[in-house]
């Protein structure tokens, strides 16, 4: 929890402006889904990026910015998020199921794409469907809902000791409890509108908690060890925070010895959206696995 000083200087803290990001619309089962593109002028190949749950696409602004002129990097609001529709139809397994398949099929229509990638709970939507983007480069931060019988995970103790679900969001406490488990340190968010964000979330935590409650099991039913061996995407990269409370790096190192041909990278001072917490050195690691410049797991010593 934030107390004193600490409290104030985060809530205080607003969205730098950021350059100005041209922004596109598109249709999926009469739902809108909005979006993103740096450099949208040019042929140059596409990132496409899936955020995390209650993430919005200017979360990720500092990350697209970040490969400069090497890509176009596509980040979307997806459902219920953002300017996107908010259709609790779709917010079931397997509407997000077939939802997701259209969209990559619309996606890959337009625009040449190189590699998804997804941050938590998009991560989470990319490895249901590895197998529809095997074709493409996979790169995975910190993936959520993952049951191993090898480890146990923060989110899964506090499920199963009954406690309530962290990303079911109804009070400040609530909210800053989730901001401790999302980022290894907030309060240095200078780029980051806290109190707008907590009153957005709280807003669509209520929406989506009958979804949000049940993911436990249906996600849990869906992933395990024997899924993710049979995972068929040529080329996947995972990028973990090492300061992930919810999932930590075990966890991490779990997913990558079982996914074949995954290679693993961690990030230092990030928790549990790497991507928006340390843009920099996230587009440094991505760049270098497009590249073929990282052979094997980076280790870390814990």
């Known amino acids: 929890m934030l107390k004193g000083k600490e409290k104030k200087h985060l809530y205080k803290q607003r969205f730098r402006k950021q350059p100005a990001l041209q922004v596109y619309e598109i249709a999926v089962f009469n739902q809108s889904i909005h979006y993103f593109l740096t450099n949208?002028?040019?042929?140059?190949?596409?990132?496409?990026?899936?955020?995390?749950?209650?993430?919005?696409?200017?979360?990720?602004a500092a990350f697209a910015l970040a490969f400069g002129k090497k890509y176009r990097v596509l980040v979307i609001d997806w459902l219920g998020h953002g300017d996107s529709s908010n259709d609790e139809l779709y917010w079931t397994l397997e509407g997000q199921v077939s939802f997701f398949e259209q969209?990559?099929?619309?996606?890959?229509?337009?625009?040449?794409?190189?590699?998804?990638?997804?941050?938590?709970?998009?991560a989470t939507l990319l490895l249901m469907h590895a197998n529809l983007v095997s074709e493409e480069k996979l790169v995975l931060t910190n993936l959520t809902h993952l049951r191993t019988n090898k480890?146990?995970?923060?989110?899964t103790q506090m499920i199963e000791n009954g406690k309530q679900s962290p990303y079911i969001v109804k009070t400040q406490a609530d909210f800053e409890q989730l901001m401790y488990l999302y980022?290894?340190?907030?309060?240095?968010?200078?780029?980051y509108d806290f109190k707008t964000w907590m009153k957005t979330i709280c807003e669509q935590s209520e929406k989506f908690e009958l979804a949000i409650t049940s993911w436990y099991e249906q996600y849990s039913l869906f992933f395990s060890e024997s899924f993710l061996t049979h995972v068929q995407a040529k080329n996947t990269l995972l990028m973990w925070g090492m300061d992930d409370p919810l999932y930590d790096i075990k966890k991490g190192?779990?997913?990558?010895?079982?996914?074949?041909?995954?290679?693993?990278?961690?990030?230092?001072?990030?928790?549990?959206?790497?991507?928006?917490?340390?843009?920099?050195?996230?587009?440094?690691?991505?760049?270098?696995?497009l590249n073929g410049e990282i052979e094997q797991e980076y280790s870390h010593e814990h």
């Open 253 to 289: 190192k779990i997913v990558k010895w079982t996914i074949p041909q995954s290679k693993i990278v961690f990030v230092e001072q990030a928790g549990h959206l790497p991507l928006s917490e340390q843009p920099l050195q996230c587009a440094k690691f991505v760049e270098q696995f």
């Open 103 to 122: 969209l990559c099929q619309q996606l890959r229509a337009k625009y040449p794409i190189e590699a998804f990638i997804g941050q938590s709970f998009g």
């Open 151 to 155: 480890t146990e995970t923060l989110y």
């Open 40 to 60: 949208a002028q040019t042929d140059l190949p596409v990132l496409v990026c899936l955020p995390g749950l209650y993430e919005v696409k200017e979360n990720l």
């Open 183 to 191: 980022f290894s340190e907030p309060t240095l968010l200078k780029h």
